[in-house]
């Protein structure tokens, strides 16, 4: 998934973004509530993580802003208030979910998945074609029962793929919901990544490329 975490505390911030990179998504980070806006203006994203008590732009207001843009983005609230008022008020502004601080990471990471499977079409939670067998939650690859270790770009690419069902999944496509922003779009990331994909899977050759469009599993 492509996962926005917005935390004016750039340490926290920095932390929970690796533990979910960790877990295989793309996350990009912003430290203010106007910067968060900007980011969701130019990439889709599937889950945002919002603290409540930004700077710039207050919490609430992005939440609300983000709704009335209609973004598709499911947002998860974060706030040191545990009252009930407080979660009240949260979920009143279009918050799909809310979290008071402190919390477990692994705690937030599955509120973030429960959430990713609602900002698109539902998944099943293991995926499997042409031989490949990709559980989401065990983040395990098998081909024809072999054991397959992929990075973690790896695995994000191959599940993209997956998820589209033999149709071609364009190289910007995959750009937006395995990398983050900091990656060059004009780099041969998606390219390499493809070949490595491509060789840990093996033969007979089940990722093909389709000029012009871009990869699919056959």
């Known amino acids: 998934m492509r996962i926005l975490v917005v935390e004016d505390e750039p340490l926290f911030a920095d932390s929970v973004a690796e533990w979910l990179r960790g877990a295989a998504h793309a996350v990009d980070v912003a430290y203010d509530g106007g910067a968060a806006l900007e980011r969701a203006s130019v990439n889709e994203y599937d ?76 998944a099943p939670p293991v995926l499997s074609r042409a031989g490949i067998r990709l559980d989401l939650h065990r983040r395990e690859v098998y081909r024809d029962g072999r054991y397959v270790l992929l990075s973690r770009k790896e695995f994000a690419v191959l599940a993209e793929l997956l998820r589209a069902e033999g149709a071609a999944v364009s190289a910007e496509r995959l750009l937006e919901k395995a990398w983050d922003e900091n990656t060059d779009p004009f780099t041969h990331t998606v390219r390499m990544t493809i070949h490595k994909l491509r060789r840990k899977l093996g033969e007979p050759a089940v990722l093909v490329t389709d000029p012009g469009v871009g990869y699919r599993i056959v």
Not at 76 to 81: F, G, K, N, P, Q
Request: include cysteine.
């Open 47 to 122: 889950v945002v993580v919002l603290d409540r008590d930004l700077p710039v732009v207050h919490g609430d207001d992005v939440c609300r802003e983000l709704g009335a843009a209609g973004a598709a983005a499911r947002v998860l609230m974060l706030t040191a208030a545990s009252d009930i008022d407080d979660r009240v008020a949260g979920l009143a502004l279009g918050a799909d979910d809310y979290l008071t601080k402190p919390f477990a990471f692994r705690e937030l990471e599955a509120r973030v998945v429960a959430l990713g499977r609602r900002s698109r079409q539902a």
